[in-house]
């Protein structure tokens, strides 16, 4: 079945530095969507690629689609405390499925 | 803004006990989840939920668990029973359509099985 991989599985960053999370898909990805979630609480849905190649920017967070639509990325500018949480890929294969597979997140410390 | 509410937030139960987890979609979406979270893990996908009917399943959905949508505003996970690894944080999520759109995921209930 499809895998979806990520790393780092943790991180800790002095404030102000940058921090990047990386996913890899054992297939490739009709879509892939970035969640956040932070210490006991639920999946926060922060965007979706589609396209290859795809690059969008919210504030201070871009989100990368690969060419091959099979790896993405996530970069955090000038992190702050309240990016705290852990940040999940999770990818969508499509070919009638539609189940959201979920890497296993990178939790990111920030230490102000 | 609206939100998926799941009830209870959290419940104990004796291994070999039936439960049932409940959730209120948000209002206009069409497609139904549940997703559980083994603590410290990643999130697993379980079940979706189309025009009354189961329309994909993990192997993890086996036999005891079941999903009903019972009037216009719940949707429910029963898991018949219980056993000590189906110790989990349960999340019901939504979404307006079933393709390329966003899952909006509520608070979740935390199982505990003893």
């Known amino acids: 079945g499809q895998q979806v991989m990520q790393i780092p599985q943790y991180q800790h960053v002095q404030e102000g530095e940058d921090f990047t999370t990386y996913c890899n898909s054992s297939t490739t990805l009709s879509n892939i969507q970035w969640y956040k979630q932070r210490p006991g609480g639920h999946p926060v849905f922060l965007i979706q690629?589609?396209?290859?190649?795809e690059v969008k920017k919210q504030k201070r967070l871009t989100f990368q689609f690969g060419e091959a639509k099979k790896n993405s990325s996530l970069h955090i500018t000038a992190t702050q405390t309240t990016d705290v949480g852990t940040y999940f890929c999770a990818g969508n294969s499509g070919a009638g499925s539609y189940q959201l597979t979920f890497g296993k997140g990178t939790k990111l410390s920030v230490i102000p | 803004e609206p939100e998926v509410t799941q009830t209870p937030s959290h419940q104990v139960t004796q291994m070999g006990q039936e439960v049932i987890l409940r959730c209120v979609p948000i209002?206009?979406?069409?497609?139904f989840y549940w997703y559980r979270q083994i603590l410290g893990q990643k999130v697993e996908f379980l079940v979706s939920f189309y025009n009354n009917e189961i329309s994909e399943k993990s192997e993890i959905f086996d036999d005891q668990f079941s999903v009903e949508r019972p009037d216009g505003s719940n949707f429910t996970l029963k898991i018949r029973s219980t056993k000590l690894e189906d110790s989990a944080m349960y999340f019901c999520a939504s979404s307006l359509r079933l393709v390329n759109t966003e899952a909006f995921f509520g608070q979740g209930t935390r199982l505990t099985v003893v």
């Open positions: 690629l589609v396209k290859s190649g």
């Open positions: 209002s206009n979406h069409l497609y």
